[in-house]
């Protein structure tokens, strides 16, 4: 499983033009689900982004958790994290889970989410979205559950 987490002013998802969900300050978590990821992923994941220390205490110095800070988390399926580029000029996402499959872990990652922060918000899977952000910092963290098991 992959994730890009942003630290964020405010976020939005905007579906047909219309503001489906939104976000004052916190992270905007992408969620990429590969084939055999398992709720061990999404578990490891979503643990190492609520205590991820991205935000800045009284000195300045990025030390708080969004757990710190009691800030909100909106989450965004994005099969794109998964495009492989090495050849051509097109990506391919043969590694992407399919999407039944992933929307399972996606939804499981939101369900464990839900418990977890202030606020919780979320993209619509498999739908067309227009995501905006207010990047702070800007702060961007990748993060790949198969690079730490």
């Given at each position: 499983?992959?994730?890009?987490?942003?630290?964020?002013?405010?976020?939005?998802?905007?579906?047909?033009?219309?503001?489906?969900?939104?976000?004052?300050?916190?992270?905007?978590?992408?969620?990429?689900?590969?084939?055999?990821?398992?709720?061990?992923?999404?578990?490891?994941?979503?643990?190492?982004?609520?205590?991820?220390?991205?935000?800045?205490?009284?000195?300045?110095?990025?030390?708080?958790?969004?757990?710190?800070?009691?800030?909100?988390?909106?989450?965004?399926?994005?099969?794109?994290?998964?495009?492989?580029?090495?050849?051509?000029?097109r990506p391919s996402f043969t590694?992407?889970?399919?999407?039944?499959?992933?929307?399972?872990?996606?939804?499981?990652?939101?369900?464990?989410?839900?418990?977890?922060?202030?606020?919780?918000?979320?993209?619509?899977?498999?739908?067309?979205?227009?995501?905006?952000?207010?990047?702070?910092?800007?702060?961007?963290?990748?993060?790949?559950?198969?690079?730490?098991?």
């Open positions: 499983m992959r994730a890009v987490i942003q630290r964020v002013d405010r976020a939005c998802v905007r579906i047909n033009s219309q503001v489906y969900s939104f976000i004052n300050r916190g992270v905007l978590v992408l969620l990429g689900v590969e084939k055999d990821d398992s709720e061990k992923d999404a578990d490891y994941i979503l643990e190492k982004t609520v205590h991820l220390r991205i935000f800045e205490d009284d000195q300045g110095k990025m030390n708080l958790s969004l757990l710190d800070i009691g800030g909100e988390m909106m989450v965004v399926s994005q099969f794109t994290l998964l495009g492989d580029c090495i050849k051509g000029r590694g992407a889970e399919e999407p039944g499959r992933a929307n399972v872990l996606y939804e499981y990652f939101v369900g464990k989410a839900v418990s977890r922060v202030k606020k919780l918000a979320c993209g619509k899977f498999q739908e067309m979205m227009e995501v905006e952000l207010i990047n702070n910092g800007p702060v961007t963290i990748l993060l790949d559950s198969r690079k730490s098991f």
